[in-house]
Each structure stands twice: as structure tokens, then as C-alpha cells.
């Protein structure tokens, strides 16, 4: 399975997907997770990314692979967007750091 960036969505994809779109998704309907998030939450949303992933291996969740591929998607969009450089980009996808 490849997933793609829960970040990347708009107003369309979550409802094509069934699920619940954030209140300002919903208010800015043509844009996406990503490119609203202010510098804060970018920072906050790695630090959460990465926690997660920590608790998933250490508890060897069989669901690891999967959250790791989502988190490096949307990694793959916040560079797209410009949100970080592609040395932050490949740090922050190096197998090593991935697995902590």
C-alpha cells in the first residue's frame, strides 16, 4: 500500500474518503492541511509524528509500516510545498532516524 499525505488533502478528499474534515478545511475548502499550518503546528505535527512512530515500535505494532509510510508522505508534500528543505527532508526520512 502506498498512502498518500493526509496533509495534501482538500475539502473533496475528505469527503471522498468518509471522514471528518478539520473546521478549516472546511473554511478554506481549496486548500489543504499543509499549506495552512502555521510554523507552530509544523513543528508541533513532527514532534507528534515522530513520538507516534516511537510508540509504535516500541510496542511493535503491526500498523508501524503503515504510519511511518503516511508520515513520510506527507514529508514528501510538506517539501513539495517548501515547508522544509531537503536536508530536513532527508534527515527526517533517513531509515536510521525512522527507526530511532
Known amino acids: 500500500m502506498n498512502p ?4 495534501s488533502w482538500k475539502l473533496e478528499d475528505y469527503i471522498a474518503a468518509g471522514s471528518e474534515p478539520p473546521q478549516r478545511i472546511i473554511d478554506n475548502p481549496g486548500q489543504t ?8 503546528e509544523l513543528e508541533q505535527y513532527l514532534k507528534d509524528s515522530i513520538a507516534t512512530c516511537r510508540i509504535m515500535l516500541d510496542k511493535r505494532s503491526p500498523r508501524y509500516e503503515l504510519v511511518v509510510a503516511g508520515y513520510v ?3 514528501t508534500y510538506l517539501l513539495s510545498l517548501g515547508r522544509i528543505t531537503e536536508d530536513d527532508y532527508n534527515e527526517l526520512t533517513e531509515p536510521d532516524n525512522i527507526r530511532f
Open 73 to 75: 508522505a506527507d514529508l
Open 4 to 7: 498518500t499525505s493526509e496533509l
Open 33 to 40: 492541511e499543509g499549506e495552512m499550518l502555521t510554523d507552530d
